[in-house]
């Protein structure tokens, strides 16, 4: 989906609960210049990966963990792609789990 902004983009993948979505938005703007460290020019694309139905047990109320599935989907989605956490004032900057 185009929009004035940038573009929608949304995927379905498969994983071992049903399906997960997949989002991204490629925005026609770059990060403005704030002074940080990671600051860099270029376009900005932002992304997310989330469980469609989270399953969950009686008689809890929060979703059954998916044993970091997402967070390592994402990670290596922005190696593959050369993407870079913009501004070190990110917790990712200083968490070194993630690199």
Do not use: M
């Amino acid at each position: 989906i185009q929009t004035p902004k940038g573009e929608y983009l949304r995927f379905e993948v498969p994983s071992s609960t049903g399906f997960d979505d997949l989002e991204f938005f490629i925005s026609n703007e770059g990060v403005p210049e704030r002074g940080f460290d990671g600051d860099f020019p270029g376009n900005l694309i932002l992304f997310r990966s989330f469980e469609r139905q989270p399953k969950f047990i009686y008689p809890f109320q929060t979703p059954i963990g998916d044993l970091g599935r997402q967070k390592n989907r994402l990670k290596a989605l922005r190696e593959a792609i050369g993407a870079r956490v913009v501004g070190c004032e990110l917790i990712e900057c200083y968490d070194t789990r993630l690199t």
